[in-house]
């Protein structure tokens, strides 16, 4: 884009908007028993944003990256998710909504669905779902990757991170500004059953209007992070961002059984910080234990003034909450001393008590935040490995692919996407999940890039 000055619209930020069919050459050799997908999903405009300098990198167009791996052999496919919004942008042959400030809005589509389904992609009950903070999950057809439309059983928006338990077969998720205002406090809790049947959607009031982008979930119990990333359509309406940092309102943590009402939640509290991602959380002699990624600000944000926001990073802390005591308090402590981003675990031990834990991190320390690594981190005997790229490099969310007929918690692969920024393309990297100092056992090269994106999952066969 000519001219153009925003981060979000240049290097492997910068949209691909080609739809492809590749078969990759690999490098290395790729377990016999490693066969499935590897899912992922980032924003992608379709087209160049109205205010190309005002463009969040969270408002782009969903788009999903399929590797499938079989036989040793890799293929590559992308394809947009075909939202309302993308279809009515792709018949007028420009962007029409305004992204994070409506107010740029082409006047044709104020009121219409704005959906950008760019966050997540998930595999539960036969379905493939593209996910995100404001709309029903988008439901793909997993060869194809064809849009086949929003799943109306969920009566309205869900977030873009359900948590998936292992034993029950159970999705477990929430909703944020939920209420009929433009920018409300009221959320929903919901359960969806093994078969795909919605059975539960409650609504609740949190002590205030914010980004709620991520939860906690236990075995027993759910845990909701209100933190002081706040929403305002009053903002908006004054030329002000629809989302900023207020942290005089401070951090509350909701908890609650998962089968109770919702009227027993109780607030737990913490100083004013923001959590995008938890690694994972579990229970143990009374207490719940929640290791997350913790910012002192919430980073790409502004001020509530409209004045830019102070950097911040995160690194990998413990919450603890106790809810036997009368304090409402959170203890926390520091786990790790990196600067880390999209924690993973093995999805087999989610909800339950984990030892190995991978992220992101930034080895640089060079001031901009580049996840140029990835960290593994044995929680139980506190040794750290990390697999470095080059300082202009990067890689995405590391997923775990379990090793088929196996049950022990690191069994398995780790997979991720390195962009070769010298080259201007990207590698799909498969490690050894707990050696992955020793470097990807296989790279299958890809022709051009794959654009930063969220997050993905695998899915096996």
């Not at 609504?203 to 209007?209: C, I, K, L, Q, T």
């Not at 609650?256 to 109780?266: F, H, Y």
């Not at 960290?375 to 088929?404: C, K, N, W, Y």
């Amino acid at each position: 884009m000519e001219g153009n000055t925003n981060p979000f619209l240049s290097g492997n930020y910068a949209p691909v908007r080609s739809e492809d069919d590749f078969e990759l050459k690999v490098r290395g050799e790729i377990p016999s028993e490693l066969r499935g997908s590897l899912f992922r999903i980032g924003p992608n405009p379709q087209f160049d944003p109205r205010d190309p300098a005002g463009h969040h990198w969270f408002a782009g167009d969903g788009m999903v990256h399929k590797f499938s791996i079989e036989d040793g052999r890799v293929t590559y496919r992308n394809r947009y998710v075909r939202t309302p919004k993308w279809r009515l942008e792709h018949e007028a042959g420009r962007a029409l909504f305004g992204g994070f400030n409506p107010r740029m809005a082409d006047p044709s589509v104020v009121g219409k669905d704005g959906g950008s389904a760019n966050t997540n992609i998930i595999w539960h009950a036969g379905k493939l779902m593209a996910l995100e903070e404001a709309h029903n999950p988008a439901e793909m057809e997993p060869v194809s990757l064809e849009t086949k439309g929003y799943i109306d059983a969920y009566r309205s928006r869900v977030t873009a991170h359900p948590k998936l338990d292992p034993k029950t077969g159970e999705l477990i998720w929430f909703a944020y500004n939920a209420g009929d205002a433009p920018m409300s406090a009221r959320m929903s809790y919901g359960i969806t059953g093994p078969d795909g049947t919605v059975v539960r959607r409650d609504d609740f009031e949190a002590p205030f209007a914010a980004m709620m982008h991520d939860f906690m979930v236990t075995e027993n119990y759910v845990l909701f992070p209100v933190m002081p990333l706040t929403g305002s359509a009053e903002r908006v309406m004054k030329g002000l961002p629809l989302f900023s940092w207020e942290p005089e309102k401070g951090t509350f943590v909701g908890v609650m059984l998962r089968n109770a009402d919702v009227s027993t939640i109780r607030w737990f509290n913490t100083e004013a910080c923001y959590v995008f991602h938890p690694l994972n959380s579990w229970e143990a002699d009374g207490r719940i234990f929640c290791d997350v990624m913790r910012y002192d600000r919430a980073p790409l944000f502004t001020n509530a003034d409209g004045s830019p926001g102070a950097p911040a990073t995160a690194k990998l802390v413990r919450w603890t909450i106790d809810p036997s005591k009368s304090s409402e308090a959170i203890k926390q402590e520091p786990l790790d001393d990196l600067d880390a981003e999209f924690p993973r675990v093995d999805p087999r031990i989610e909800t339950r008590k984990h030892r190995h834990g991978w992220f992101n991190a930034d080895t640089t320390r060079s001031g901009p935040f580049r996840l140029n690594s990835i960290a593994h981190l044995d929680l139980q005997t506190g040794r750290r490995q990390i697999f470095q790229m080059g300082p202009m490099d990067g890689l995405s969310e590391p997923v775990f692919a379990p090793r088929p007929g196996s049950a022990e918690e690191g069994d398995g692969w780790l997979t991720a996407v390195a962009y070769r920024a010298a080259e201007n393309r990207s590698d799909l990297l498969i490690f050894n999940a707990l050696d992955i100092a020793k470097g990807p056992i296989a790279v299958a090269e890809v022709p051009r890039r794959v654009p930063y994106g969220f997050h993905g999952n695998w899915v096996e066969g």
